[in-house]
Protein backbone atom coordinates (compact mmCIF):
# COMPACT_ATOMS: atom_id res chain seq x y z
CA UNK A 1 0.00 0.00 0.00
CA UNK A 2 0.99 3.60 -0.70
CA UNK A 3 2.02 5.46 2.40
CA UNK A 4 -0.54 8.44 3.60
CA UNK A 5 -0.53 11.73 1.65
CA UNK A 6 -0.96 14.93 2.93
CA UNK A 7 -4.50 15.66 4.40
CA UNK A 8 -6.72 17.23 1.83
CA UNK A 9 -8.39 20.63 2.55
CA UNK A 10 -11.25 21.82 -0.05
CA UNK A 11 -12.97 24.88 0.39
CA UNK A 12 -15.35 27.31 -1.62
CA UNK A 13 -13.22 29.40 -4.04
CA UNK A 14 -12.27 32.83 -2.39
CA UNK A 15 -13.78 34.61 -5.54
CA UNK A 16 -17.24 32.69 -4.64
CA UNK A 17 -16.89 33.19 -0.98
CA UNK A 18 -16.45 37.04 -1.38
CA UNK A 19 -18.79 36.99 -3.58
CA UNK A 20 -21.30 35.40 -1.19
CA UNK A 21 -19.95 37.50 2.06
CA UNK A 22 -21.03 40.72 -0.44
CA UNK A 23 -24.59 38.90 -1.22
CA UNK A 24 -25.26 38.60 2.38
CA UNK A 25 -24.28 42.00 3.26
CA UNK A 26 -27.04 43.34 0.60
CA UNK A 27 -29.19 40.63 2.22
CA UNK A 28 -29.22 42.49 5.23
CA UNK A 29 -29.09 45.81 4.03
CA UNK A 30 -32.05 45.32 1.76
CA UNK A 31 -34.46 43.26 4.87
CA UNK A 32 -32.97 46.09 7.43
CA UNK A 33 -34.95 49.00 5.21
CA UNK A 34 -37.56 46.63 4.85
CA UNK A 35 -38.06 46.52 8.38
CA UNK A 36 -37.80 49.59 9.36
CA UNK A 37 -40.42 50.52 6.83
CA UNK A 38 -42.84 47.72 8.13
CA UNK A 39 -42.61 49.33 11.68
CA UNK A 40 -43.11 52.89 10.71
CA UNK A 41 -46.38 51.44 8.79
CA UNK A 42 -47.46 49.79 11.88
CA UNK A 43 -47.06 46.07 10.07
CA UNK A 44 -45.68 43.93 13.18
CA UNK A 45 -46.17 40.62 11.31
CA UNK A 46 -44.20 42.08 8.24
CA UNK A 47 -41.45 42.26 10.78
CA UNK A 48 -41.89 38.87 11.72
CA UNK A 49 -41.68 37.61 8.10
CA UNK A 50 -38.66 39.74 7.41
CA UNK A 51 -36.72 38.69 10.33
CA UNK A 52 -37.21 34.72 9.49
CA UNK A 53 -35.60 35.87 6.28
CA UNK A 54 -33.06 37.24 7.63
CA UNK A 55 -32.10 34.62 9.80
CA UNK A 56 -32.88 31.82 7.37
CA UNK A 57 -30.72 33.86 4.33
CA UNK A 58 -27.66 34.97 6.35
CA UNK A 59 -27.49 30.83 7.87
CA UNK A 60 -27.66 29.70 4.28
CA UNK A 61 -25.09 32.52 3.29
CA UNK A 62 -22.66 31.58 5.96
CA UNK A 63 -23.07 28.13 5.42
CA UNK A 64 -22.22 28.48 1.82
CA UNK A 65 -18.91 30.51 2.66
CA UNK A 66 -17.92 27.56 5.20
CA UNK A 67 -18.29 24.66 3.17
CA UNK A 68 -14.85 22.50 2.98
CA UNK A 69 -14.08 18.56 3.19
CA UNK A 70 -10.71 17.73 4.61
CA UNK A 71 -9.09 14.79 5.66
CA UNK A 72 -7.53 13.71 9.03
CA UNK A 73 -6.26 10.40 9.10
CA UNK A 74 -8.64 7.62 7.81
CA UNK A 75 -12.06 10.37 8.35
CA UNK A 76 -12.79 12.42 5.64
CA UNK A 77 -15.37 15.52 7.04
CA UNK A 78 -17.57 17.08 4.48
CA UNK A 79 -19.40 20.49 5.68
CA UNK A 80 -21.77 21.42 3.08
CA UNK A 81 -24.43 23.90 2.84
CA UNK A 82 -26.83 21.98 4.83
CA UNK A 83 -25.33 18.87 6.49
CA UNK A 84 -21.90 17.72 7.85
CA UNK A 85 -20.86 14.05 6.72
CA UNK A 86 -17.47 11.87 8.04
CA UNK A 87 -17.02 8.81 6.81
CA UNK A 88 -13.86 6.44 7.10
CA UNK A 89 -11.09 5.82 4.13
CA UNK A 90 -12.36 1.94 4.21
CA UNK A 91 -16.21 3.18 3.66
CA UNK A 92 -15.35 5.56 0.22
CA UNK A 93 -15.78 2.89 -2.82
CA UNK A 94 -14.88 5.96 -5.08
CA UNK A 95 -14.34 10.11 -5.93
CA UNK A 96 -15.87 11.24 -9.22
CA UNK A 97 -17.02 14.17 -10.84
CA UNK A 98 -20.64 14.38 -10.93
CA UNK A 99 -23.49 17.61 -11.75
CA UNK A 100 -24.64 19.03 -8.26
CA UNK A 101 -27.70 18.51 -6.22
CA UNK A 102 -30.12 20.89 -5.71
CA UNK A 103 -29.11 23.27 -8.23
CA UNK A 104 -31.82 23.66 -10.33
CA UNK A 105 -29.61 25.29 -13.33
CA UNK A 106 -27.23 22.62 -12.73
CA UNK A 107 -23.94 25.00 -13.24
CA UNK A 108 -20.61 23.17 -12.78
CA UNK A 109 -19.93 20.15 -11.51
CA UNK A 110 -18.82 19.02 -7.94
CA UNK A 111 -17.05 15.93 -6.95
CA UNK A 112 -19.30 13.18 -5.59
CA UNK A 113 -18.10 10.19 -2.83
CA UNK A 114 -19.31 6.93 -3.64
CA UNK A 115 -19.67 4.76 -0.33
CA UNK A 116 -19.37 1.07 0.01
CA UNK A 117 -23.11 1.16 0.74
CA UNK A 118 -24.13 2.77 -2.38
CA UNK A 119 -24.94 6.07 -1.01
CA UNK A 120 -23.46 9.19 -2.64
CA UNK A 121 -21.84 12.74 -0.46
CA UNK A 122 -21.59 15.54 -2.50
CA UNK A 123 -18.89 17.74 -1.74
CA UNK A 124 -20.65 21.65 -2.39
CA UNK A 125 -17.10 23.12 -1.25
CA UNK A 126 -15.70 21.50 -4.78
CA UNK A 127 -18.02 23.41 -6.97
CA UNK A 128 -16.48 24.40 -10.52
CA UNK A 129 -17.81 26.18 -13.21
CA UNK A 130 -16.13 23.63 -15.86
CA UNK A 131 -16.86 25.27 -18.99
CA UNK A 132 -13.43 26.71 -18.45
CA UNK A 133 -10.02 24.70 -18.73
CA UNK A 134 -8.63 26.42 -15.06
CA UNK A 135 -12.52 24.92 -13.44
CA UNK A 136 -11.86 21.47 -15.15
CA UNK A 137 -8.44 21.38 -14.39
CA UNK A 138 -9.52 22.26 -10.41
CA UNK A 139 -12.08 19.80 -10.17
CA UNK A 140 -9.59 16.96 -11.34
CA UNK A 141 -7.30 17.45 -9.38
CA UNK A 142 -8.92 18.07 -6.17
CA UNK A 143 -10.79 14.35 -7.27
CA UNK A 144 -6.61 12.93 -7.51
CA UNK A 145 -5.93 14.26 -3.85
CA UNK A 146 -8.89 12.86 -2.55
CA UNK A 147 -8.59 9.46 -4.81
CA UNK A 148 -4.86 9.26 -3.22
CA UNK A 149 -6.20 10.12 0.03
CA UNK A 150 -8.50 6.91 -0.39
CA UNK A 151 -5.90 4.67 -1.67
CA UNK A 152 -3.33 5.34 1.11
CA UNK A 153 -3.59 3.29 4.07
Known amino acids: MTSS ?4 HLRVPLGWRLYLGLFGVVWLALLSTFAVQAVRGGQPGGVAVIVVMFLVGEALVLRSVRARATTS ?6 HNVLSTRQLERAQVESVRVGRPTGNPARLGQVLTVLDRSGGLVTIDASM ?3 FTAGGRQALEEQREALEA ?3 SR
Open 5 to 8: PHPV
Open 73 to 78: GSTLTV
Open 128 to 130: RTT
Open 149 to 151: WRR
